[in-house]
T-cell receptor, first 110, second 115 residues
Framework: RKEVEQDPGPFNVPEGATVAFNCTYSNSASQSFFWYRQDCRKEPKLLMSVYSSGNEDGRFTAQLNRASQYISLLIRDSKLSDSATYLCVVKKRAGYALNFGKGTSLLVTP | GAGVSQSPSNKVTEKGKDVELRCDPISGHTALYWYRQSLGQGLEFLIY????????KSGLPSDRFSAERTGGSVSTLTIQRTQQEDSAVYLCASSLGAGTQETQYFGPGTRLLVL
């Protein structure tokens, strides 16, 4: 079983829609959680870290449920420029590499 | 400031040849990571450097793969006797330290195609 699992999508949504992505991780010892964004043929870039208390950055809200080992990302008022692959990322602890899910593809249409 | 750079950006090689991929991390970043991304697959960890030493090499898929880092800066990933299954995008990332919340910044990658 892969350590980080995501629904690959694709999610096709109209501009202005709200869309949610989910992710589960298998290692309960994981300490850090992130969402990265990857545009086609580009490198991944950090979108936001995810904290237990939940956190928001503009139109983006991330949630973490440690008990269920579940991470979510909510995008409100989708823009065309949000079209990308969203990668759920988990880090076991300091000094370890990032563990990536395969990503969820989002296409926002006019 | 300058980000992580990698060279070459693209590399086409014949099966059985050796290749060297280079990564220049962000200046001052002590942690450096190599990943690879195959078509339709997620990013797969290869090796992690802290300074010039590699505390975690657990992701290297075979002994044909090796990496070194010199001067706490530039790193080279070497693949010997390349195979077609080595075809992938090889991504390098660096971070200021290796703490749990440290942001890893990725380079643009080297696209390797083994014919």
């Amino acid at each position: 079983r892969k350590e980080v699992e995501q629904d690959p999508g694709p999610f096709n949504v109209p501009e202005g829609a709200t869309v949610a992505f989910n992710c589960t991780y298998s290692n309960s010892a994981s300490q850090s959680f992130f969402w990265y964004r990857q545009d086609c043929r580009k490198e991944p870039k950090l979108l936001m870290s995810v904290y237990s208390s939940g956190n928001e950055d503009g139109r983006f809200t991330a949630q973490l449920n440690r008990a269920s080992q579940y991470i979510s990302l909510l995008i409100r008022d989708s823009k065309l420029s949000d079209s990308a692959t969203y990668l759920c990322v988990v880090k076991k602890r300091a000094g370890y590499a990032l563990n990536f899910g395969k990503g969820t593809s989002l296409l926002v249409t006019p | 400031g300058a980000g992580v750079s990698q060279s070459p950006s693209n590399k086409v090689t014949e099966k059985g040849k050796d290749v060297e991929l280079r990564c220049d991390p962000i200046s001052g970043h002590t942690a450096l990571y190599w990943y690879r991304q195959s078509l339709g697959q997620g990013l797969e960890f290869l090796i992690y450097f802290q300074g010039n030493s590699a505390p975690d090499k657990s992701g290297l898929p075979s002994d044909r793969f090796s990496a070194e880092r010199t001067g706490g800066s530039v790193s080279t990933l070497t693949i010997q006797r390349t195979q077609q299954e080595d075809s992938a995008v090889y991504l390098c990332a660096s971070s200021l330290g290796a703490g749990t919340q440290e942001t890893q910044y990725f380079g643009p990658g080297t696209r390797l195609l083994v014919l």
